[in-house]
Each structure stands twice: as structure tokens, then as C-alpha cells.
């Protein structure tokens, strides 16, 4: 499984990690609410990170319209509506990560033009996915989360450029999406991450039409959902892959005990 380590963390490497904590390949500080900034100071901040824990989520929802060059924005904290949409103003972002939230719609998303990466975790009560295919430019996206309201992957179908999805239900409930056939129009897919995330029809069969792909990663909690042929049958589709994961699944019998694969 080192292999899958060091391959994960290459991908990190190039701009493909689907958070801030996985952004390596970013250089400059990440200043956090700890430097204790006066307003005046923010305009010039190009990274800032913001925790719940050590900042008032209230005060810093007023304090975003001070950054004016700000670029990559982490935020570990319970994001309202109200907080999301303020984010949203700030037309520089490149990179958004949110790690907690309670939103029922990220329309306003559509403001940042410039958006490459969106992290997104939390929200239950979520509408849609659509309003993310205002976002052109986005090359890695992360959705984690029991999304109740979305069953359907068909809106993300419409995003050719992204090159690293993440799907993730919560640790200890697994999300079902309909299927995965609507990726495969995503033509430069280049890195899928599944963490307990299953699917109604036609289970990872979908991928095998991603010639593109180059990493499969899958939880353990989530690599029992299918069966070796499954696997196999990736295997012999996907010439490019790099890591050992489905390769392992195919055909690995250890592999296979130990993650109960049949």
C-alpha cells in the first residue's frame, strides 16, 4: 500500500489534493485568524486559512470584503448561508475548501469565475449540483456529505476540464448515488477518490470508458460494494493507471480476504 501513499501525495504535489490540508503544491505562508491581521493588512493576503475553534465565524463573515488579492481559502468551521455567500464576493478565489457547513444552495458560486478548486463538506440539506457548471475553470472537486436532496451525478457530467473528483458519503453512513455514467464525460479525468459512496446501476463500470484515468482510490469502507470481476474488468480497461488499488482487488487473494472482496 505504499505505493498508494506515495502516488497519493504525488498527486498533492501538482495541484490535484481536494482540500487545503493536500494543497503541497502551493508555496507562501497560509495565514490563520492565530497572525492576528488588522483589516488593513488583508488586502495584500493571498492564502488564509480560518478555524471555528479560534476565530469568530461572525466577525471574519464581516472582515472577507478586506481581501482583495486573496487566492486560496481554507475554512474549518460550521458555514451558514449567509457565510457562503459572503465567500462568494471574493472574485479573486482560485481555491475554496469548506470542511463544515449547513447551506441549502451554492448558486452565489457561480460569482467565482476563477475557481479551479472547490472543496465542499457537510450540507446535508443541499438542492443541487448545478450551479457548479457556471464554473468552467474547475479542474478538482471534492463533495463529501449525505447530500438527502441529490441523487443524480448528471450536473457534474457537464464539467469536461475536472481532472481530480472526490465523492464521499460521511464515516459512518454511506451515501448511494444513482450511477457514474455521468462522468465519463469528463474528458481530462485524471484522479477519482471514492470514500463510502455507492451506486444503484451499473456500479464502476462506467470508469472503464475513462481512458484518461491514471488513479482509483477507494476506502475500505467502499471497496467491498463490487466484485473482483468488477475489478478486473477496470483493469483490463484503463491502460494508464499508476497506483495498485484496483490492480490489488483484481487479483490480490490477501488483498481480497482482508477487504472481503468475492
Not at 64 to 71: D, G, S, T, V
Not at 127 to 152: A, H, M, N, Q, T
Not at 230 to 248: A, G, H, R, T, V
Request: with cysteine.
Amino acid at each position: 500500500m505504499n505505493n498508494s501513499l506515495e502516488t497519493f501525495r504525488g498527486l498533492c504535489e501538482v495541484g490535484l489534493g481536494a482540500d487545503h490540508d493536500q494543497w503541497y503544491d502551493l508555496d507562501g505562508k497560509a495565514f490563520t485568524a492565530f497572525d492576528g491581521l488588522e483589516n488593513s493588512s488583508l488586502s495584500g493576503v493571498e492564502r488564509f486559512n480560518l478555524r471555528q475553534e479560534v476565530a469568530g465565524m461572525r466577525n471574519w463573515r464581516d472582515r472577507l470584503k478586506f481581501f482583495e488579492k486573496l487566492l486560496y481559502l481554507g475554512i474549518e468551521g460550521s458555514v451558514n448561508q449567509e457565510f457562503f455567500d459572503k465567500v462568494c464576493l471574493v472574485a479573486s478565489l482560485k481555491r475554496l475548501s469548506i470542511i463544515r457547513s449547513r447551506i441549502k444552495s451554492i448558486e452565489s458560486i457561480e460569482a467565482l469565475s476563477n475557481l479551479t478548486h472547490f472543496n465542499f463538506m457537510g450540507s446535508p440539506g443541499l438542492e443541487s449540483f448545478k450551479p457548479l457548471k457556471g464554473l468552467p475553470g474547475l479542474s478538482v472537486l471534492s463533495l463529501c456529505g449525505d447530500y438527502r436532496e441529490i441523487d443524480c451525478l448528471d450536473d457534474l457530467g457537464e464539467l469536461p476540464n475536472i481532472e481530480s473528483l472526490t465523492l464521499s458519503g460521511l464515516e459512518t453512513k454511506t451515501k448511494t448515488y444513482e450511477s457514474l455514467s455521468s462522468i465519463v464525460a469528463m474528458k481530462s479525468l485524471r484522479a477519482l477518490m471514492l470514500y463510502n459512496v455507492r451506486f444503484e446501476e451499473q456500479g464502476l463500470d462506467p470508469l472503464a470508458k475513462i481512458q484518461t484515468l491514471e488513479y482509483v482510490y477507494l476506502s475500505p469502507a467502499c471497496v467491498r460494494f463490487w466484485k473482483k470481476q468488477d475489478y478486473q474488468f477496470l483493469l483490463e480497461s484503463l491502460p494508464n493507471l499508476k497506483n495498485d488499488w484496483i490492480k490489488l482487488a483484481a487479483f490480490d487473494a490477501g488483498f481480497q480476504r482482508e477487504y472481503k472482496i468475492t
